[in-house]
C-alpha cells in the first residue's frame, strides 16, 4: 500500500482563479521529487 501526504496549501495554490498562478506552481510542483512548500509559495509569487 502507498500513501502520500498532501499538503492542504497546495490545494490553496492551485484552486486560484489566476491561470498563470496555478500553471506556474503546477510547473514548480512537476519538477520536485519533495514537496518543498517554499518552492510552491515562490512559483505562486512569480518569484
Sequence with gaps: ?????VPTILAQLMSDKDVAKTQRVMRALLQMTKLEIQKLKDAYDGK
Excluded: D, E, F, N
Design 1 to 5: 500500500m502507498s500513501w502520500q501526504i
